[in-house]
């Protein structure tokens, strides 16, 4: 028995080494990366003794292996593409549209990060940690924002495949707490776990257009300053025109794949006069026309089927003449900017397509243009010029947004430098059309139904009938691998993968009528809920409306297994307008069964657990865990998940600085113009500001001329009480000595922005006070020895 088993090990080494050796590409499949390529040479004690005879190269992709790009554009709800019946010109998607397919039944995941999560590994966004967005990550499994080694991106894959790979924009799949100067690197686009050999663009949720923080690879930096008409989206594309121009001139025979997601359309709002000023006048008749309108041209088209209803507005969503006549400018603009912000992103998608053409690679890359990351956001609420109020459950009235834009500038401000502005809820229920609710629920198809079109034209020969299989953005991956007759691999860098949850939708390229692949798939933001099995889907609404201010009391008294379920046949209901739950109610619980099962396997677990961080402990956001904080003046752009929250916890802020007569120039700054705290000296006096979202700014000054020499100041703020949104009490001190003190009548519980940062020393990126907007940075032309912070009791 013993000699036996030798021989079966023998004989399997040498099976093994045989595979090594002249295996087909499958075998090599199962493990990646790929072993090292044998020499066929042997050497001898000489040259002379020696054979030189190197084995050519074996490829591992099949001949001609197109390039991949990969374009999605962010919060855009399925009714906007003027493509598809909508009101905002989209010349790339119509472009592609005609040469390519389109599908009318695809689905994301109806929030930012969880959606890219399963984009780029094909698997559902539970399973991969992204159950929440990830600033607002928390510690089960299925919500950590940290993709897992277990679940190898498409990226990751590819490159060990041969392909040259790139992300360019938003990336928002980070744990937020680790996206500071140093890392650590491993779950950055460009670090060793995520796989993009290149990256350009800000690693979180959202960010200014004019001052971005931008990462290139590893390297955080500044592209904007000094650049008047600057914007991110278009020097994101100038980038990625770049490195595509690169690889094809440098390595000529290698495909790319190239994953490009601009920060538009999410907000804020960003976007130069002239291109919103195409849009004057067009939304003057409001949203529940718009809404009528756009669902007649999606008809007309045939974008949707003849006998889809239009679904109602919500009660709780005002309707247009709801709006008071004074206001709807306002609300009419906000509008007008978001379009001509999402046009722009479109055009510069195009410049892209331009760029392949002029390579002459144009026929052979296969092109996924996905409308949307989840459905048009309602988190604008009423209208914001600040739209991180939202986010911090911050009530206000519109006549203060009013009031301020009026002070910066008029309407003309919205889309500037000096505005984060969100437009109302109203518009992005519009941009839903035919369907119901929006960005953030995951219960219905205006949070999750989005527009994609495929192209490739050497092998995909366009067809303007639309496809409506059933599929999601998890489908995307299992199609690239398809197309390019790869394996999912089993190991990756040596870990076990687990399995894909999506399909290959490449049957449905030739085949519009095919039957639809992809039988079930759950879907759960935040507590909202549904489960499509076979065209039925049963849902349940949850415990938020997006689209209403501040936190409801009752969310703490939510209960699951409380949930009344919706019930939708969508052999007959195109738009879930006809519940018929009660018609089918031992349907209903099949389904919710089956979403239980799916929810338990895919870490689903506990259902709203995304609430945890987001609602019930916003203390539980990750962010830097320490109490007391050692800088100096080098310490600059510490992304603000990252940094002290001088504008949420009680705390005292120490400055040893060199002060002289001229000193001028930020102390420290957390935030951006549209919020934040900042410490300056100008004019001989100590500044002090907390910026609430620009609708209320406290300026302290001290009266008395400061001192010169080395000096020690104090800024002591004290939070008052523990509600939401508590007053601060502060106190600047110069050697000890009080030299003004105030209150700040409500603070920003959460966080001022999602892409500045804190610094000392100056205010890189978006200034927080309008006292130095032109002067910005603003350095401090002084020495700052040290800054201490420490959180209070």
């Not at 110069?734 to 020393?761: C, E, H, I, Y």
């Amino acid at each position: 028995m013993k000699a036996s088993s030798k021989r079966i090990k023998v004989r399997g080494l040498a099976l093994a080494i045989g595979a090594l050796l002249f295996s087909a590409p499958a075998w090599a499949q199962d493990s990646l990366p790929f072993p090292p390529k044998p020499s066929g040479s042997k050497a001898g004690p000489t040259i002379a003794a020696s054979t030189y005879s190197p084995l050519p190269a074996k490829p591992h992709l099949p001949a001609n292996a197109p390039n991949i790009v990969i374009i999605m554009l962010d919060d855009v709800g399925p009714a906007l593409p003027g493509t598809f019946g909508g009101p905002i010109h989209t010349p790339t998607l119509s472009r592609l549209a005609k040469q390519g397919v389109a599908y009318n039944r695809f689905h994301n995941a109806a929030m930012c990060s969880p959606t890219r999560a399963a984009l780029l590994t094909g698997r559902n966004h539970h399973r991969v940690g992204n159950g929440q967005i990830a600033e607002l990550a928390n510690d089960w499994d299925g919500y950590t924002g940290r993709i897992p080694r277990t679940s190898a991106t498409a990226a990751k894959v590819l490159g060990y495949y041969g392909y040259a790979t790139a992300a360019f924009g938003k990336w928002h799949n980070t744990p937020a707490n680790e996206t500071t100067a140093v890392g650590p690197y491993t779950d950055w686009p460009a670090g060793e776990g995520i796989g993009f050999d290149y990256f350009y663009g800000f690693l979180a949720g959202e960010s200014s257009q004019w001052e971005p923080a931008v990462v290139e690879n590893t390297v955080r930096i500044d592209p904007s300053h000094g650049k008047e008409d600057y914007h991110f989206t278009q020097d994101m594309t100038d980038k990625a025109v770049s490195w595509m121009k690169q690889v094809h001139a440098l390595t000529p025979d290698r495909p790319f794949f190239m994953y490009w997601a601009p920060g538009a359309s999410h907000g804020p709002h960003h976007i130069a006069k002239d291109w919103a000023d195409r849009y004057d006048g067009k939304f003057d008749a409001g949203w529940d026309q718009m809404r009528e309108d756009v669902f007649a041209r999606q008809k007309k088209l045939g974008w949707i089927p003849k006998d889809t209803e239009l679904t109602p507005r919500p009660d709780s969503l005002a309707a247009w003449s709801d709006i008071p006549e004074d206001e709807k400018p306002f609300q009419r603009r906000l509008m007008e900017v978001f379009a001509g912000y999402t046009e722009h992103a479109d055009t510069q998608a195009g410049r892209l397509i331009d760029a392949l053409d002029e390579m002459g690679i144009r026929d052979n890359t296969l092109v996924f243009y996905v409308w949307g990351d989840n459905g048009s956001s309602a988190e604008g609420q009423n209208g914001s010029i600040s739209e991180l109020l939202a986010q911090n459950g911050i009530r206000t009235e519109i006549k203060d947004h009013i009031r301020v834009m009026n002070e910066l500038g008029g309407l003309d401000v919205l889309g500037s430098p000096k505005a984060d502005n969100m437009y109302h809820a109203g518009w992005a229920w519009a941009g839903s059309t035919p369907h119901r609710s929006t960005k953030l629920v995951a219960a219905h198809f205006g949070g999750t139904r989005t527009p994609l079109v495929v192209s490739w034209p050497e092998k995909i020969k366009p067809d303007r009938t639309p496809r409506t299989q059933f599929h999601h953005v998890n489908d995307i991956v299992p199609t690239i691998y398809d197309v390019l007759d790869i394996t999912p691999p089993r190991l990756v860098d040596g870990i076990t993968q687990e399995p894909l949850d999506g399909v290959s939708m490449a049957y449905t390229f030739d085949a519009p009528k095919a039957p639809g692949r992809k039988k079930s798939q759950y879907f759960e933001i935040m507590g909202s809920r549904a489960i499509y099995q076979d065209d039925w889907i049963a849902s349940v609404f949850g415990p938020r409306i997006p689209w209403k201010a501040g936190v409801d009391p009752a969310i703490f008294k939510w209960a699951p297994d409380q949930d009344t379920w919706e019930l939708h046949d969508l052999r007959a209901d195109y738009s879930q307008a006809n519940d018929v739950a009660a018609q089918h109610p031992d349907r209903v619980q099949t389904l919710k069964a089956t979403f239980d099962a799916q929810a338990q396997a895919n870490k689903v677990w506990p259902v709203g657990g995304g609430l945890w961080s987001a609602v019930f402990h916003p203390e539980d956001a990750p962010s830097n865990p320490a109490t007391e904080f050692n800088y100096t003046q080098d310490v600059t752009g510490v992304p603000e998940f990252a940094a002290p929250k001088v504008g949420a916890r009680s705390n005292v802020v120490t400055i040893d600085a060199e002060l002289k007569p001229d000193s001028q120039g930020v102390l420290y700054a957390l935030g951006a113009f549209s919020g934040g705290v900042a410490v300056w000296v100008d004019q001989g006096k100590l500044n002090y500001e907390y910026n609430l979202f620009e609708i209320e700014r406290t300026h302290l000054a001290s009266s008395a001329p400061l001192p010169t020499g080395k000096v020690k100041i104090e800024v002591e703020t004290r939070k008052v009480g523990s509600e939401h949104a508590a007053p601060m009490d502060v106190e600047l001190r110069v050697n000890g000595k009080p030299v003004a003190q105030g209150r700040v009548p409500r603070s920003a519980p959460l966080a001022f922005t999602a892409n500045d940062a804190f610094d000392v020393g100056r205010d890189s990126y978006s200034p927080v006070s309008q006292a130095y907007f032109d002067r910005k940075p603003f350095a401090y032309n002084g020495r700052i020895d040290r800054l201490d912070v420490k959180y209070l009791k």
